[in-house]
């Protein structure tokens, strides 16, 4: 047993990758390609999208996003999110949104069409949405989607976007699940409705079409019918060439197990022209496009799961599945190894088979291609059989042995050569092999077009051998095959002969090929110096590195002598300047300079092109050449440069030496320069300045400095220094420049810099400033005062007695540096009075802060008090000068108390500091003035010197928490006693509530709970000023609580003026649990209540701490009895009630006439079953309000307690009771009797007849019923009077309920359930006559008859059919086994193919007449022949008039092959022959095997003679040796007709019927089988036959054939005829080619006269020209047109001897390679010819040789 024709492979499970199960589903995980899977999922509250690329090893991305669902792109990593209408599309690489869109409707179905579109369905149309541009979706007009509750699962679009499939599914009847397709045109914006489940597009190739087809492939699936496989061209016009590729219907065949399965999944697998279909169950399909059969069907299901997404897979040319839930990823592809012989075993189509194999490439059909070749080779079929080995898979048959083959077979008259033929279809199907290649090549020599031509368009495949056999021909060909067969030895010796120099580097590097490049170039040089010189400099210029060596390049070249290409070449491949090259370098420069081109030397050294050469060797030739300038440049030894400048002195330019010495190295430079000076200073001292100048970095300053210096040049210095001076950053040029402008009197650039400069060394200069003792001192005071020496510069001054210099510079210069300069005259024990002159002089202008300083180092700050009293006196308010003339005036001790308490503008820091040594209280003054910023300064002073009552004080009036927190912190040693200081002093001396209150909160924030309550008893208690104060009372009884509980009592019964119920509320806090404190404050303070509303509250919160804090009610209710208000009594009926004691309760909410906590009392009341005391109080409830709810309960509480009297006075007053649920509440109960009154209240007859039910009242339960007229009531009532028996007044329920087709069926199960079919049958057929009646009623009645009573069915039906549920009433019809009744009514229903379907399968049923009327109306043709089936089986009689009937509808070659395998086809004879007016080749066939088996020749010569389509062949094969003459007289004319010349004459021979032997002869235009007739009859000696030949076969003769056999034979009588008419002939065509030469040149004249008789010759042995004579004329033809050839059994040679006139040849009548005679291509034959004349008439096909 072959095995399964597909490979199904588990490629991963998407659980297993962490892909959540629930979210493998259709609409949340997608596959729109073989690339990735795409899921949303929501796990716990997160969204994700998680993308699994298969291509990538399944890796898994997830991704947080909000979307309901995502699709990839199918070619990249575009991902289109959607979110409700919110679509948006992003680019995953680029990480970037590329477009977004709010659809108005929501996505019902998407899917990527294309790779730039998304298609969107949406219920009001569908819309192609592209990612490029801004374009929104594009709505396709008049594209109807499917109505709702139909749900579309498949999108798809044609391959050239012209077609659109939608596809969907809805529920139907019977659980069937109902297919809905839409086909789409897009160019005409129609659409066609189909019935299906699945379909899908692919593009085939149509044999005998150039051009592909679209096909549309689908499932259709219409109610009742079997499913169809449907495939047909679209897009394509009928009248097209080739017509239109469509197949008939071929019907699908599910599993018995599974009937109602369907296809989800339809998809072409990309290059197979397969179709792999999935159903919903999990089985797999697999059909042949091309031909519609089913190839395959698992016989198991796949998958347990049904398979939701679908794609192609490109690698394996399968599918990829994915299954719901479970997550798996299946891979269904062709096992290629097995499909053959599984069509062949399995399927036994071997047709199939071969298309299969062709068509996929794949083995296993070897035997069947071989059979086949050999069929067609057998049947004369050249072109089938090469066309059949040109599309052999993997080319089984494309052997040499093929060819072979081909190349014995002797080509047909007009038709090419079998073996050009074959090689023309090969070329036509694919590029040939190696061997094929060789073979056509040769076969093909001469037409290099036409190679060519199959090179360019890779038809041959290249090989070596390939090459060498076109390398003689062309050698363009040759080397188009070896670069392509990878030959590249061959290649490039192609190149050289070509002389294409500069393909060879760039080929060999291609191809990767190591060629001997040396040897190559020697042997080119020799050849072709400039091509060598370009195919050197290729070699040496190769991008991956040089091929070959450069030096051995130059040994190559100059070996030869070939200096002009060895330079060219050097200076190609030295153009790189590179290191290793420098001794090529060398060799280059030296080959021109000793060749007397010293400009290309010069041009080259000028251009900078080297710079690795040996500069030692190129100096001395450059000096030889006289190159001076470039010898200079390239000696690098001191002696060399100095010989060179005396040699060319004269030579070298000032410019060049200038450039010169920038290229010698630092001490050559020097050298050369102090040379220079020291050999005439005054001449050279401007270049050496020029030279210092411009390479002042290179050489150094330092160092050309020295040099001057050396020679004493002050002068050369200062100019080479002032040229860099201002942009050097060196100290030393500064200073240098400074010292020589000095030295030459430039005092104003002496100025300048020491002014200007930053660079230079200041101490150095002032040194050097001070030392030269300039007459201006200008440029000293500019280098101290920049520089800080100050103190220096006024003792200089002031010591060379330049005062009147220092009053300019403190007053114009600098006046913020007089404090230094003040120090340093009063260091220098100067003038008091210049001092203070200086002082008043500068004013406000001097620092103040700096002269106090100094002065106050000096200890002389009183020098400028009257300089600070001149300041104040202006205004100024600078804290230095105040400063300082605070501290004067407490030295002075000048009222300082004054001074520290009034003056606004000192530093209380600074003066603070500097009195605390002097006087420890005016520094607190001091710190006290500071407004808080000397405060640490302040207590530390203050406790140092135990001045805690000023700290106290200090503290009190500052008010500072976080200077109180410092102080009072436990780290402060005198905590205690500043504590004692401001409990005892400073605070009672305070009159300001705030500053008490600051203070007690600065207690308290430092925890001093014992201390606080000392403070406060102090303040409270004591009889202070505050000590009513309401603040300072709570705070004392707050502390107390928090920190002494037991004098919280004694505070409340002595203090009144404090917030009684907030500190009640703190002390009743779970914190401090003083509850019985909190009571006596509410008590207390109820008391002295001013209101009753107060009292009451504070009573009330009294209560709550009785009953919440101290659970105490018995002291509560006492409370309350004593108190006796409302709100005490509501507390406590609370506290009771929350204590279940719901009796108490009920008496204190009365008491309190409190009905606010209704709700929780009947809660409690109803738990505990307290239903009096709950009548009791909302009886005092419905007093005060008027709720639903309270109405309700009350009513409740009245039935449970069975006062239905009061209760049914209760509801028929006004109330507000919701008596409705109520009622629904009591009876769920089972108190009926009190739902009673309250549904009879309500007018509420539905639940008002379940109330008489269950008190089994049933009359008035179906009074009720009336009137509720409720169809869920009448059901009720129904059902209990069913179960009791009461089936009079089930009946007049059931009236109201059958009426209803949703509650019909509920009904009759019912009635069968309880066993009462009678009744119901009884029930029913009441009902026909109601006005409401529809089918459901006659329907039901029918079945019920079908079951119960199916002697009345038939009669019912023939009444009533039109008005029933037909589908319904057959399936119960087959399942009573009523075949008559289902026959009846599949043929009222118009269903005739079922029922003939019905009649057939059961045949019980069977009525010819009836029979006969339905299939007449069938529409399935698969039904006729399941009748002739039946028929043959039934009722084979009446067969004949079926046929009759059905013969315009049937497929007469399926009727017949049925009838063959039946082996009844004599049964059938006259439908045989009505029907084979339509020459269907098995019918035809059909009936020739009956007129055999009949020996009817006579039938059969009509049949064959009127009816050709048929297998000619076989029949005659059949016939050719039976007994009768006339059959085999058939069989030849059989082989006649098919040109199987030879057989048919071989069967005339042999039955001796000569004249359709000659007929057939003369037919076949065959000369050898003519010659061979000819010599059969010669052999029989039939003399007559023979002369018939002749003139029958007249062109088909050869002369010389013809005259040797009646020469040997002595036919001379028979035969003269013939040689009559052949001379007449050769005459005539003599005479035409004298006529057509006549106006030739008479110079040629006897070559052409040569000719013509040669032409002639030729002429006359063909046969061309002349009308026929004699026998041909009006009679019998007896000759044959072909000339006479006596090679047959004749030696020959040329005629003529040496000199004779003519060409040198072979004897008369040979076939000539070339010239006239024939049927060759023309080609010009050369003039005259080459051989000379000898040797007589016709060289190539003229007169010569012998008889």
């Known amino acids: 047993m072959a095995q399964h024709p597909i490979v199904l492979l588990e490629l991963l499970d998407l659980p297993a990758l962490g892909v959540n199960p629930d979210a493998v589903k259709f609409g949340s995980t997608t596959m729109e390609s073989d690339k990735f899977i795409v899921t949303c999922e929501t796990v716990g509250e997160q969204q994700n999208v998680v993308m699994v690329d298969l291509e990538a090893n399944n890796a898994v991305t997830r991704r947080p996003i909000s979307a309901e669902a995502a699709i990839m792109n199918p070619v990249s990593k575009v991902l289109a999110l959607r979110a409700g209408t919110q679509l948006q599309i992003f680019n995953l690489e680029l990480r970037a949104k590329m477009k977004s869109y709010?659809?108005?409707?929501?996505?019902?179905?998407?899917?990527?069409?294309?790779?730039?579109?998304?298609?969107?369905?949406?219920?009001?149309?569908?819309?192609?949405?592209?990612?490029?541009?801004?374009?929104?979706?594009?709505?396709?007009?008049?594209?109807?989607?499917?109505?709702?509750?139909?749900?579309?699962?498949?999108?798809?679009?044609?391959?050239?976007?012209?077609?659109?499939?939608?596809?969907?599914?809805?529920?139907?009847?019977?659980?069937?699940?109902?297919?809905?397709?839409?086909?789409?045109?897009?160019?005409?914006?129609?659409y066609q409705q189909l019935h299906g489940h699945a379909g899908c597009f692919a593009t085939i190739k149509v044999p005998g079409r150039t051009d592909p087809a679209q096909v549309l492939i689908f499932e259709e699936k219409k109610p009742e019918q079997a499913a169809k496989l449907f495939v047909m061209e679209v897009g394509r016009d009928k009248d097209s060439p080739g017509g239109v590729f469509r197949l008939q219907p071929q019907q699908i065949q599910f599993p018995a197990e599974a009937p109602n399965d369907f296809p989800v999944s339809m998809t072409s697998a990309p290059g197979q022209d397969i179709i792999f279909m999935i159903t919903r169950m999990g089985y797999l399909f697999l059909f042949d496009i091309h031909t519609g059969k089913t190839i395959y069907r698992t016989p198991n299901r796949i998958a347990k799961d049904t398979v939701f997404a679908t794609t192609t897979q490109d690698v394996s040319a399968g599918v990829l599945g994915i299954t719901a839930r479970s997550g798996k990823v299946l891979q269904m592809n062709i096992n290629e190894q097995t499909i053959v012989p599984y069509i062949v075993q399995v399927l036994r189509d071997n047709q199939l088979a071969i298309d299969i194999a062709r068509r996929l490439n794949v083995p296993g059909a070897r035997d069947l291609?071989?059979?086949?070749?050999?069929?067609?080779?057998?049947?004369?079929?050249?072109?089938?059989?090469?066309?059949?080995?040109?599309?052999?898979?993997?080319?089984i048959l494309r052997t040499q042995d093929t060819i072979d083959r081909f190349k014995q077979i002797p080509a047909m008259a007009g038709a090419p050569q079998p073996i050009f033929q074959y090689f023309s279809i090969l070329l036509e199907v694919g590029p040939l092999n190696k061997s094929e290649s060789l073979q056509l090549v040769e076969l093909a020599q001469g037409r290099t077009q036409l190679i060519e031509k199959w090179l360019t368009e890779d038809k041959l495949e290249a090989s070596e051998e390939l090459g060498d056999l076109l390398y003689p021909v062309d050698s363009n060909l040759a080397l188009s095959v070896y670069i392509r067969a990878a030959v590249p030895e061959k290649a490039i010796n192609c190149f050289l002969q070509r002389g294409e120099f500069d393909k060879i580097v760039a080929y060999a590097q291609k191809v990767g090929y190591r060629a001997d490049y040396t040897h190559l170039l020697q042997n080119l040089v020799r050849a072709h110096p400039q091509g060598a010189v370009d195919f050197a400099k290729r070699l040496v210029a190769n991008e991956q590195g040089p091929l070959i060596d450069t030096q051995a390049v130059v040994d190559i070249f100059m070996s030869l002598n070939r200096v002009q290409e060895t330079t060219a070449f050097l200076l190609e491949a030295l153009k790189g300047n590179k290191r290793e090259e420098g001794h090529l370098q060398t060799k280059l420069l030296e080959i021109i300079l000793l060749s007397g081109n010293p400009q290309f030397a010069e041009a080259i050294l000028q251009n900078e092109m080297f710079s690795h050469y040996d500069r030692a060797v190129v100096a001395k030739l450059c000096e030889q050449a006289g190159l001076f300038q470039r010898a200079l440049e390239h000696y690098t030894n001191l002696v060399d440069i100095k010989r060179i400048m005396a040699k060319g002195s004269s030579a070298l330019s000032p410019d060049f030496l200038l450039g010169f010495f920038g290229k010698l190295n630092k001490d050559t430079t020097l050298e050369c320069l102090n040379d220079l000076l020291g050999a005439n200073l005054r001449q050279n001292l401007q270049l050496v300045v020029q030279v210092a100048t411009k390479y002042?970095?290179?050489?150094?300053?330092?160092?050309?400095?020295?040099?001057?210096?050396?020679?004493?040049?002050f002068e050369g210095l200062y100019y080479y220094l002032s040229a860099i001076v201002n942009t050097s950053q060196e100290p030393v040029v500064h200073f240098k420049y400074i010292e020589a402008a000095a030295k030459l009197g430039q005092l104003k650039e002496v100025e300048r810099v020491c002014r200007d400069s930053t660079v230079y060394n200041p101490q150095e200069v002032k040194t050097f400033l001070?030392?030269?003792?300039?007459?201006?001192?200008?440029?000293?005071?500019?280098?101290?005062?920049?520089?800080?020496?100050?103190?220096?510069?006024?003792?200089?001054?002031?010591?060379?007695?330049?005062?009147?210099?220092?009053?300019?510079?403190v007053q114009k210069v600098s006046p913020t540096k007089t404090p230094q300069v003040v120090g340093k005259l009063l260091d220098l024990d100067c003038n008091e009075d210049f001092v203070r002159m200086l002082l008043q002089s500068i004013g406000i202008a001097c620092p103040v802060e700096e002269l106090v300083e100094q002065v106050e180092r000096r200890n002389r700050l009183r020098i400028a008090q009257p300089w600070l009293e001149s300041l104040v006196a202006t205004g100024n308010t600078e804290t230095a000068t105040h400063n300082a003339i605070g501290k004067i005036y407490i030295t002075l001790n000048r009222d300082p108390v004054n001074f520290l308490k009034n003056n606004q503008f000192y530093d209380p820091l600074v003066i603070g500091k500097y009195c605390e040594k002097l006087d420890p209280s005016l520094a607190f003054l001091a710190y006290q003035r500071g407004g808080g910023a000397c405060d640490d300064d302040l207590i530390r002073v203050t406790n140092e010197n135990g001045l805690f009552k000023d700290q106290a004080r200090y503290l009190i009036e500052k008010r500072d928490g976080d200077l109180w927190a410092k102080v009072l912190s436990e780290e402060n040693q005198h905590r205690r006693a500043l504590i004692d200081q401001v409990v005892q002093t400073a605070l009672p001396e305070t009159e300001t509530a705030e500053q008490v209150s600051e203070t007690v909160k600065a207690f308290m924030a430092a925890d001093l709970s014992v201390e606080l309550i000392e403070l406060l008893e102090r303040i409270v208690l004591h009889g202070s000023k505050f000590s009513n104060t309401r603040s300072l009372q709570n705070l004392l009884i707050l502390t107390a609580i928090k920190s002494e509980k037991d004098r919280v009592q004694d505070y409340i019964n002595r203090l009144d003026n404090f917030d009684g119920p907030e500190i009640a509320k703190i002390a009743a806090s779970e914190q401090y649990e003083l509850y019985e404190e909190a009571f006596a404050i509410y008590v207390k303070f109820a008391k002295a209540a001013k209101n009753a509303e107060e009292r009451g509250s504070l009573n009330r919160a009294a209560c709550e701490v009785l009953v919440d804090n101290i659970r105490a009610l018995d002291r509560a209710k006492a409370f309350a009895e004593r108190i006796n208000e409302p709100e005490v009594w509501s507390k406590l009926a609370k506290a009771q009630l929350d204590d279940d004691n719901v009796h108490e309760a009920v008496n204190s909410y009365i008491k309190a006439n409190d009905p606010a906590h209704y709700s929780d009392v009947i809660a409690v009341a109803q738990r505990y079953g307290a239903f009096e005391d709950l009548v009791r109080y909302l009886k005092m409830v419905r007093k005060q309000i008027k709720e639903p709810h309270v109405d309700t309960e009350y009513i409740y509480s009245l039935a449970k307690t069975g006062k239905l009297p009061e209760l049914e006075e209760f509801i028929a007053a006004p109330n507000v009771a919701n008596i409705q649920s109520i009622g629904e509440r009591l009876f769920d109960e089972g108190n009926y009797e009190a739902a009673k009154l309250l549904f009879n209240n309500i007018n509420n007859n539905s639940r008002l007849a379940l109330c008489f039910i269950n008190l089994n009242q049933y009359r008035e339960a179906v009074d009720a019923a009336q009137k509720a007229n409720s169809i869920s009531t009448w059901k009720e009532v129904n059902i209990a009077c069913v179960k009791v028996g009461e089936f009079r007044l089930a009946a007049i329920c059931g009236l109201h309920i059958i009426v209803h087709p949703d509650h019909l069926e509920e009904l009759i199960q019912h009635y069968e359930r309880a066993g009462h079919p009678k009744e119901l049958m009884q029930l029913l057929e009441q009902g026909l006559g109601l006005e409401g009646a529809h089918s459901g009623i006659f329907t039901e009645l029918g079945i019920l008859y079908s079951k119960y009573l199916p002697e009345k069915l038939m009669e019912h039906l023939k009444i009533f059919h039109n008005r029933m549920n037909v589908p319904k009433m057959l399936r119960a019809c087959e399942k009573a086994l009523l075949w008559d009744e289902t026959v009846y009514l599949y043929k009222e229903d118009g269903q005739p193919d079922n029922a003939v379907k019905t009649m057939i399968e059961h045949p019980i049923a069977f009525y010819h007449e009836l029979f006969l009327d339905c299939i007449q109306k069938a529409r399935n043709q698969e039904v006729y022949y399941r009748a002739i089936a039946f028929y043959l089986e039934q009722q084979p009689m009446l067969l004949e008039r079926l046929l009759t009937l059905l013969t315009p509808n049937l497929d007469h070659a399926r009727v017949v092959h049925q009838l063959r395998r039946a082996e009844n086809l004599p049964l059938v004879l006259p439908y045989l022959k009505s029907v084979q007016k339509e020459n269907i080749s098995v019918v035809n066939e059909a009936l020739n095997e009956l007129y055999i088996d009949d020996e009817d020749y006579t039938a059969l010569r009509e049949s064959i003679d009127s009816y050709d389509n048929f297998d000619q062949i076989a029949l005659a094969v059949r016939i050719e040796n039976h007994e009768l003459l006339e059959f085999r007289r058939l069989a030849a004319a059989l082989y006649r007709k098919n040109k199987r010349w030879a057989q048919s004459v071989s069967l005339s021979k042999a039955d001796k019927m000569y004249k359709d032997a000659i007929d057939t002869a003369a037919q076949s235009g065959d000369g050898d089988l003519v010659e061979e007739l000819l010599r059969f009859f010669v052999s029989v000696q039939d003399r007559e036959c023979f002369a018939a030949v002749l003139f029958t076969c007249y062109e088909l003769i050869r002369p010389d054939v013809a005259l040797e056999l009646a020469w040997r034979n002595k036919y001379y009588d028979f035969f003269m005829p013939y040689i009559i008419q052949y001379l007449r002939h050769a005459h005539e065509r003599i005479k035409a080619l004298e006529a057509r030469t006549a106006s030739l040149d008479v110079a040629h004249k006897e070559a052409e006269n040569s000719a013509a008789a040669a032409v002639g010759d030729a002429a006359v042995s063909l046969g061309l020209y002349g009308n026929q004579l004699m026998l041909t004329d009006g009679g019998p033809a007896l000759l044959a047109n072909e000339a006479f050839n006596p090679m047959t059994g004749y030696e020959h040679q040329g005629m003529g001897g040496v000199g004779g006139g003519g060409y040198a040849g072979t004897g008369f009548g040979m076939a000539p390679p070339q010239g006239y005679g024939q049927q060759q291509p023309q080609q010009q034959v050369p003039y005259p010819p080459q051989s000379g004349f000898q040797g007589g008439f016709g060289p190539q096909g003229g007169y010569g040789g012998s008889w």
């Open 102 to 190: 709010q659809t108005p409707d929501p996505i019902i179905f998407w899917r990527w069409v294309t790779p730039n579109t998304i298609a969107l369905v949406t219920q009001n149309g569908v819309y192609h949405w592209s990612i490029e541009g801004d374009a929104p979706p594009v709505k396709l007009e008049k594209f109807d989607v499917f109505p709702e509750g139909t749900q579309v699962i498949s999108y798809k679009l044609s391959g050239d976007g012209k077609w659109a499939l939608l596809v969907g599914i809805s529920a139907g009847a019977n659980g069937v699940i109902d297919g809905r397709i839409h086909l789409y045109s897009i160019e005409k914006s129609r």
């Open 696 to 713: 002042s970095e290179q050489l150094g300053a330092g160092a050309l400095i020295k040099l001057f210096e050396k020679f004493k040049s």
């Open 369 to 395: 291609y071989v059979q086949e070749f050999n069929k067609l080779l057998a049947q004369g079929d050249a072109a089938g059989a090469a066309r059949l080995a040109a599309e052999s898979p993997q080319g």
């Open 770 to 809: 001070m030392d030269a003792k300039l007459p201006d001192p200008k440029p000293l005071i500019y280098v101290c005062d920049r520089h800080g020496f100050i103190e220096e510069m006024t003792g200089y001054l002031y010591t060379n007695n330049l005062k009147k210099y220092i009053e300019v510079y």
